[in-house]
Each structure stands twice: as C-alpha cells, then as structure tokens.
C-alpha cells in the first residue's frame, strides 16, 4: 500500500463547477497537508497547505483536512479554464530540515469552456 | 526573487550513456532537492541536501545516480549508465531553514532515454 493515494482521473468539468479532488493516506505522522498544482511542462507551485486537522481557504480554493479519516481534500469554487492543471497533494514526512515531502500520484483537471 | 534554476531542459540519450543535471536554488534556500518524477506519478524524492550535507539518499539507485553539492549552493545530479526505466523529468527544488513543507521546484530537465 502506498502511503499516499490519489485518484489519477482524468477529471473534466464545466467552467464554474466545485471540484473536489481528494487523497487518502496511510501514516498518522503526518502532520503537514499541501496541494501543488502543476501545469504541463512546469514544475509543481505551492497552492496551499494545512496544518493537522481543520480547513483552510484562499480565494477559490479550499483544503480540508480530516485526521481521524486519514482524508485530505481540495475543493476549487468557480473553476475556471486556468485552473486546467495536475494536482498534487503532498504529506511531510519528519520535521525542521530534514523533513521530507511524499507526492501522491496527481489528479489531471480540465475546465471546459 | 529568482527561481529554481535547472538546465538542460530537455536530454535525449542512448541507454548506457551518461548525463548530468544542473540545479541552481534560490539564494538562502539551504535544503535543496532532487525529485524524479515518471509520466503519470507524482515526484519521488531521490537526494535531500542541507547546505552541501546529505540528509537522505534512500531512494537514489546508487549504483547508477550520483549527486553532489560542494560548496553548499549548486548541485549536479548524474546518472551513468542510463537504463530505459530513468527516462522522467528531474526537478530540483529548494526550501528555507525550516520549511521542509514549502518547496520551489525549477521547471525540471526531461531525459528520454533510447
């Protein structure tokens, strides 16, 4: 089992739909939760990250974080065309410098026009 | 600031060949990174450094990957001899003092391997 899972999709929506994307986990360690997003031919960009449990949001974007679940999830409000992109979440393993990150697979969005 | 810096872009070989990556982080990122990442899975992290230290190697195929970071600032991934199964793109990231979480990854170098 790995210790992080995402379904790879592809997830296509209309423009202005809520997307939801998703990761489940297998190490109660983890302590910190981020979502990158990365466009095609790009390396990945912080979109926001999380600390233990609760939610979080930024503009259109919303992370939430349900420990006893072992669940992260993403939710995007209004999509929009360039919100296309592979979205990646990702767990720190450790602390301080020596943490390191572990990657889900990433989930492939497309916003329809 | 100036981003993650990472050349060549692109690097065509024959298997048994050898090729070498180059990473420049952001000025006062002492952690840097070396992730590989194959078409359709998310980056898997090969070396860790703080300053030019190794923190963890544990999933570079030694036999074959070597990288160092000598004066604690650049760093130059290599692989020799190359094998089909390397062809990914190689992104080099970087993070402050303390901020494992908040990695700036370079556009990566993309390596076909024939």
Known sequence: QKEVEQDPGPLSVPEGAIVSLNCTYSNSAFQYFMWYRQYSRKGPELLMYTYSSGNKEDGRFTAQVDKSSKYISLFIRDSQPSDSATYLCAMLHGSGNTGKLIFGQGTTLQVKP | ?114
């Open chain 2, 1 to 114: 600031e100036a981003g993650v810096a990472q050349s060549p872009r692109y690097k065509i070989i024959e298997k048994r060949q050898s090729v070498a990556f180059w990473c420049n982080p952001i000025s006062g990122h002492a952690t840097l990174y070396w992730y590989q990442q194959i078409l359709g899975q998310g980056p898997k992290l090969l070396i860790q450094f703080q300053n030019n230290g190794v923190v963890d190697d544990s999933q570079l195929p030694k036999d074959r990957f070597s990288a160092e970071r000598l004066k604690g600032v650049d760093s130059t991934l290599k692989i020799q001899p190359a094998k089909l199964e390397d062809s990914a793109v190689y992104l080099c990231a970087s993070s402050r003092p303390g901020g494992a979480n908040v990695l700036t990854f370079g556009a990566g170098s993309r390596l076909t391997v024939l």
